[in-house]
């Protein structure tokens, strides 16, 4: 069973691991929405997950600044979701825009931001106690080595069909293309990447893989 997970995209921010769990995190439940209730956050990411985000983020905080390095949100976001962010008045799009740095301590935790024009290089300084990096995330299969079919993206496909001919079956749901080799997880192509969704395919995978052991007694 592969269940290697996956690594979250970081950008290049020096002090950046200080503050892991500290400010910065890589999603946003009803856990973080409640640690930052009231109180003035950044979001960086320009994808439909990072969109989502904001939309569950912004009725619970003072203000939201979502950053993007590319000149807007069109090209990578959801048309309803564009629209429904722009609804939003607590929350101000930093387009061609970076995070080049943080500020705070381990004890105060984050602090502050500071924001980067990719064109000119002006600077600026925003107070925050939260960041939400939402910029994507790249499975843990180099190690597999072409051992099973994976997407575009390198996650590990399953449910599709075996590399195999000679198998008179179908693949399980959580089956990858070798017969019984399953992936479950943040490293399998369109799974949920959250915990409670990887556990709840770690429970289904068993019965998964005692009907395979089964039809090969």
Sequence with gaps: MIASGARYRRPDIAN???FDGNGVSYWASSIEAKLCEGEEVALIGGGNSA?????????????LH???????????MSRYLIDRIGALRNVSLHTGTEVVALDGDRTAGLTKAVFRKRASGATKDVALRHLFLF??????AGWL???VVEDAKGFVVT?????????????????????G????????ANSTKRVGAAIGEGAAVVAQIHQVLAQAN
């Design 145 to 147: 080595d072409g051992c």
């Design 181 to 188: 080799v399953f992936a479950i997880g943040d490293v399998r």
């Design 66 to 76: 979502l950053v993007v390095r590319g000149p807007g949100l069109e090209a990578t």
């Design 51 to 63: 969109g989502q985000a904001v939309v569950f983020l912004a009725p619970k905080v003072k203000h």
């Design 16 to 18: 950046l691991s200080d």
């Design 135 to 140: 910029i994507g995330a790249d499975p843990n």
């Design 159 to 179: 449910g599709a069909g075996f590399s195999i001919d000679d198998v008179a079956r179908a693949p399980l749901p959580l089956e990858t293309s070798m017969p």
